[in-house]
Nanobody, 112 residues
Framework: QVQLVESGGGLVQAGGSLRLSCAAS????????MRWYRQAPGKERELVAS????????NYADSVKGRFTISRDNAKNTLYLQMNSLKAEDTAVYYC?????WGRGTQVTVSS
């Protein structure tokens, strides 16, 4: 069993930055790809970024490339998402994902 707890969301003005964290329980944190998803009101959940177990393979959605950075610290069982140059369209609930496990999400609201 794995538990994921996101934090770091909030209200920020357009152009601002936020850093999301996802704290994971369980001994297998470092062995699989982890992902950040987001879901805006009325829209489907979409993949934002993924990072392999060692951090050597990273992928981003086109909409966030150059603005968001995903990283992980396996020693701390923590996944991060640094979000810069935020836009109103980044407003969503952001979820951490590990295999079949999901966190409850953290709300990010960007005011224009």
């Amino acid at each position: 069993q794995v538990q994921l707890v996101e934090s770091g969301g909030g209200l920020v003005q357009a152009g601002g930055s936020l850093r999301l964290s996802c704290a994971a329980s369980g001994r297998t944190f470092g062995s699989n790809t982890m992902r950040w998803y987001r879901q805006a009101p009325g829209k489907e959940r979409e993949l934002v970024a993924s990072i392999s177990s060692t951090g050597g393979d990273i992928n981003y959605a086109d909409s966030v490339k150059g603005r968001f950075t995903i990283s992980r610290d396996n020693a701390k069982n923590t996944l991060y998402l640094q979000m810069n140059s935020l836009k109103a369209e980044d407003t969503a609930v952001y979820y951490c994902n590990y295999r079949i496990f999901w966190g409850r999400g953290t709300q990010v609201t960007v005011s224009s």
